[in-house]
């Protein structure tokens, strides 16, 4: 009887000291580089890293941030995306930034970040409106949803969509033929 609650209470004890938590990034930051030709370069997240004392502001720079982008495209909207390939310093950091400029009337389509979260700011203007979107990874991908079941390849059976949209065959065959 003594040894099985001594056996429990070793149990508990080694339990009770264990604990959970996110590991530490093995580095600050790792600059990307797209030459691979140094005999240093580490591959981290898909890119080769510049040697961290090689590292400069621009690495972490975009210009023209603040400049309006043409809104004259059929969505009377603009997408800016500043991810990793636009601003190397971004790689390893799990973030990327987005401008949105819109026209009046313009829209974003409705869409998704398989590998993303986004929170979206929009800034109040007199004709165009901007917005500034902050995404959790250093390439959040897209996935705009009129062309992943519309323009699908292959195509999604035309009867399966006019069920699930409630609409005509014809209506969905003539967005199959959209996209």
Known sequence: MMKG?????????ACSL??????????????AINDSSSSHAVFVNGK?????KLATA??????????????????GSNVTLL???????LNTL???????????????????????TEILVVLEGHTNVVAFAGLSSQNPGLITIANAVFGSNPPINPDVLAKAFQLDRNVVNYLQKKF
């Open 83 to 89: 991810n990793v390939d636009k601003i190397l310093g």
């Open 5 to 13: 609650v001594v056996t429990v209470l070793v149990l508990a004890l």
């Open 18 to 31: 264990a604990s959970a938590y996110d590991p530490s990034p093995l580095q600050d930051f790792c600059v």
């Open 94 to 116: 799990g973030i990327s930034l987005a401008r949105i400029d819109f026209a009046p009337y313009g829209l974003n389509p409705p869409h998704i970040h398989p590998r993303a």
């Open 48 to 52: 080769f890293c510049k040697d961290p």
């Open 58 to 75: 621009d690495d972490f720079f975009f210009s023209g941030l603040n400049t309006p982008r043409d809104t004259s495209g059929r969505l």
